[in-house]
């Protein structure tokens, strides 16, 4: 596998970016099932085994795909409990330790972790180690890991759109990413013109562009091996998208509740439970994310502004006929989404 096959890579996604304006997106096809099924990735060392590290393990444990799983956290009790429940194999609370043999390293953490912990371990990884992560901003953590990186590792930043509002290994589950999407985010410079995006091929070297297509790949096999559907995004397009479907809607609930006065809650039902759940989330991990997409965020914030004072001028001057339409529009939007789709 050679520098061409980067090339290649690249202009599928120049293709897609001609298509999808602003949006450079395209799905990995599933590897073969003969190279699925004798997939197996040795040394796994997970920093961060909670809800998504602890189900990576889970996963992977259960169907064979590992060798060893080493966890890394902050608590004992935590390694422990994530032990029994066959997550990891073993504990650590010494990252730089853990990672020595590892051949590949994930990192699980919340995304105002993830950067320091890459730049601690990064110098003790052994040569040729994949290092990846699950953050759900990608920009910054790509270019500062990228950029942090030694000649002979390689970093893929990855993103699995799975969970819930809790945190924990006790909620981590082996088939938590069944049906579930994932987006792979490389590394891109940009071009010019004629050359929206390309990939970017550490210092230039043939086998440095080899070692990162087998890590591109490698990572992108893991997660379809965890059932995940893999979809590669360029870090900023991946920030895009998220801020409008995931960060803006946690925003949304938390507002809606907080709008709230507290002595008409005890009246909320079912509507109210469902609108505003993930509202419930960890309020730290929640802040950094805002923290890490900001300018995105808020461009979303605005557009839900402007759709909310529409909705308000209608209901001030009785439009009712514009107000059906609107609500009509809504529901076509979220059941042609949503409707028999086990996999939202």
Known sequence: ???????????????????????????????????LLGMRFGTLCIIGPGLIGGSIGLGLKKKNLVKTVIGVGHKASSLEKAVKMHAIDTGSLIPEKAVKDADIVILATSVSQIVDS????IPCMKSNAILTDVGSTKKYIVEQITNSLRN????????????????GIE???????????????????????????????????????????????????????????????TPEAHDEILASVS?????????????????????GAGGLKDTTRIASGDPELWRDIFKQNRENVIKTIDRLIIELNGFKDDLA????????????????????????????
């Open 247 to 267: 960060h803006l809607p946690h925003v949304t609930a938390s507002c809606l509740i907080n709008a709230i006065r507290q002595d008409y809650l005890i009246y």
């Open 317 to 344: 001057n009785r439009n009712y006929d514009t107000i059906i339409e609107r609500l009509k529009k809504a529901k076509m939007s979220r059941d042609g989404l949503f409707q028999n789709n086990s996999a939202r």
């Open 118 to 121: 890459a730049k601690a371990i």
């Open 171 to 233: 909620f981590a589950t082996a088939d938590l990413f069944e049906g579930s999407a994932c987006i792979i985010t490389p590394f891109h410079e940009r071009g010019s013109e004629d050359e929206k995006v390309s990939l970017r091929e550490p210092k230039n070297s043939d086998v440095q562009s080899t070692n990162y297509m087998k890590a591109l790949e490698t990572v992108t096999s893991l997660w379809q091996l965890l059932g995940a559907k893999v979809k590669i995004l």
């Open 152 to 167: 002979d590792i390689s970093f893929v930043g990855a993103h699995p759109i799975a969970g819930s509002e809790q945190r």
């Open 1 to 35: 596998m050679r520098t061409s096959k980067l090339k290649t890579l690249t202009k599928r996604i120049m293709i897609c970016n001609i298509y999808g304006l602003k949006i450079n997106i395209f799905i990995v096809h599933s590897l073969s099932l003969n190279n």
